[in-house]
């Protein structure tokens, strides 16, 4: 397993920072590998999963989450299987100000053959660390309303 950790102070509570990071409908507006994602009707919380459809070039793989921790506004954890394994943890904190700290951290592994096109695809575009900070700053953007 490899990890990540990216994190960047916002303009913006906690509970608005959660409001966006939290849902991954949004995953689509902050990485152009992410396709589509299918969320249960039932909403998100522990034990709550729901699927990712991930594109390298022209392969697509569909990925499955699964929600392990869940404390709004504070913490989410989720675990991801497929061609990418992966435990993600986001973290809020409260800063004075009304201003957040957003941390996020990836422990990932590509799985397969079409894992290791996956990973050879990350490397291409800079790697999983580059992925990640444009990931975070992309949430940081759609939160300060830029």
Do not use: C
Request: hydrophobic share 40%; aromatic share 8%.
């Amino acid at each position: 397993m490899t990890t990540v950790e990216f994190s960047v102070e916002i303009e913006a509570p906690p509970d608005r920072v959660w409001e966006v990071t939290s849902d991954p409908g949004n995953l689509p507006h902050w990485d152009k590998h992410i396709e589509r994602v299918w969320l249960p009707s039932s909403g998100l919380g522990p034990g709550a999963r729901y699927s990712v459809r991930m594109r390298f070039m022209t392969i697509r793989a569909d990925v499955d989450a699964e929600v392990l921790e869940w404390e709004p506004p504070w913490l989410a954890k989720v675990r991801l299987s497929g061609l990418l394994d992966a435990t993600v943890t986001t973290t809020i904190a409260s800063l004075p100000f009304d201003r957040a700290l957003l941390r996020q951290e990836a422990e990932y592994s590509f799985k397969g053959p079409l894992g290791r096109f996956g990973a050879m695809s990350l490397a291409a575009v800079g790697g999983a660390h580059l992925a990640l900070r444009h990931g975070v700053l992309s949430q940081k953007r759609e939160i300060e309303g830029e």
